[in-house]
């Protein structure tokens, strides 16, 4: 009984998720590390120009950063819809000259490696936000202040896949990994 009803919850949540994989080979993160940048940088601001294409508009965007340096450590969050971020977008947009591009994808790409860096030392502020707002609600405060920050909601979430895990499933090298019961593969 447990089952058939957590399936018939499942099941709705599951056909909702349209997921497609469109190999990428023509450089991978070997190109971008010899041109100085970060590829989760370099990632992550490829996904903020895409969505301003397709979106018209910049919208909060969280990336999960490792805090493994504590014991116990979690997760905080890179908000990675930065000012820079935002400033190259509008160039590519604009389309400004290649030099006034690249320079402004290089502080991109150092800004969100700096938030990346403050996250992962305990230095990032969503988690901090977090516990004020369930301190706020114990004490039985309202706080017009967290109302505001944690009210807008996060319209693109990204997470790092690995690119060995892509490999080792893609389904052209290995045909032996499909069934006809389904897949499975790396989200």
Known sequence: EVIESSLSVAKPLADDVDSHI????????????????SPDAFIQIALQLA???DK??????????MTRLFREGRT????SCTMETCSFVRAMIRDETREERLMLLKQAA???????????TGQGIDRHLFCLY???KYLGEDSPFLK???????RLSTSQTPLQQLELFDLVKHPEYVSSGGGFGPV
């Not at 469109?22 to 940048?37: A, S, V």
């Open 22 to 37: 469109f190999p990428f080979n023509d450089f991978g993160k070997g190109l971008i590390k010899k041109c100085r940048t």
């Open 51 to 53: 969505h301003y294409r």
């Open 56 to 65: 018209g508009k910049f919208c909060l965007t969280y990336e999960a950063s």
């Open 76 to 79: 905080e969050t890179v908000r």
């Open 110 to 120: 150092e800004k969100h490696q700096n938030m990346y860096r403050l996250a992962m």
């Open 134 to 136: 369930v301190v706020s």
């Open 148 to 154: 505001e920050v944690l009210s807008e909601p996060w």
